[in-house]
């Protein structure tokens, strides 16, 4: 998992609810280097979602510039598809907004059955990481915290929460890549975001082990576009490594 392109893909308006979930998966899948081969199949899977509908918004990404396909094949096998993402470079208007979130069934697709992939590892695996440019069991590791949390409020209680954690790399990467996919979740996204809990409560609970619904669950009636207006990054800024860091720190 790219931490890089996750806070990317979070940031990034596509202009439908689950084309930005489908975004999101493949920036969970991706390496540091945007690359990500899993199956529509696991796509739709993991996002709770028709198989025809991630391929309707893969479709719509690719034409805003956000991703390439790479069709794969092995003899007489179809492989899935090699999926570069660019998020730098997508133009969100190129993008309608009024795609239907659950289309008709399509036919099967040539790329769709996951196989034997001439790479190291398999894309829904962890990619290693390069370590977070902060200390995480320091301040500055709540504050990088505190700016990915949509909700400001009680954050005196939520830093000493902070600090009986015993803070690790691998657990900080665990509770901010967890994070990211709470954001999507249908209770957090509704009404402004008054049912998010605080921080503290959060963390106090270790509600990154919980397994969420996403707003994209096929029946849940869920269907929100004020996701992508929340800027994850405030406060941030990228060093000469691509990794995030706050903004003025110089370190």
């Known amino acids: 998992m790219s931490m890089e392109l996750m806070v990317k893909a979070m940031k990034t308006k596509v202009g439908n609810p689950l084309r930005k979930l489908v975004l999101v998966k493949l920036a969970d899948n991706a390496s540091d280097q945007g690359e990500c081969w899993p ?3 696991h796509i739709a899977d993991q996002c709770e979602i028709g198989r ?15 991703l390439r396909r790479e069709y794969r094949r092995k003899g007489e096998l179809n492989q899935s598809n090699l999926f570069h993402l660019s998020l730098d470079g997508g133009s969100s208007d190129a993008l309608p907004s009024g795609a239907p979130d659950n289309p008709p069934g399509a036919g099967d ?5 996951a196989g034997a992939a001439p790479r190291t590892s398999h894309s829904y695996e962890p990619v290693n990481e390069p370590k977070p440019v902060c ?8 504050d990088q915290f505190w700016k990915l949390y949509p909700r ?7 830093l000493k929460a902070w600090q009986k954690l015993q803070m690790t790399e691998a657990l900080y990467d665990l509770i ?9 979740t249908p ?12 921080a503290a409560t959060w963390l106090n609970g270790k509600r990154w082990e919980d397994e969420v619904e996403l707003a994209g669950k096929t029946g849940s009636g869920s269907r929100h576009t004020q996701l992508d207006q929340v800027d994850h990054t405030d406060g941030l800024e ?3 490594n691509g990794n995030y860091r706050i903004a003025g720190d110089g370190q």
């Open 39 to 41: 199956s529509y199949q």
């Open 52 to 66: 025809s509908t991630v391929k309707l918004h893969v479709r719509e990404l690719e034409k805003a510039g956000f």
């Open 109 to 113: 697709n040539p790329g769709g059955g």
């Open 135 to 142: 200390k995480t069991g320091t301040v500055k590791g709540f």
């Open 152 to 158: 400001k409020v009680g954050k005196d209680k939520a």
């Open 176 to 184: 901010v890549a967890a994070l990211a996919r709470h954001v999507l």
């Open 187 to 198: 209770g957090w996204a509704k009404d402004d975001g008054q049912f998010i809990p605080h």
């Open 238 to 240: 990228l060093d000469d």
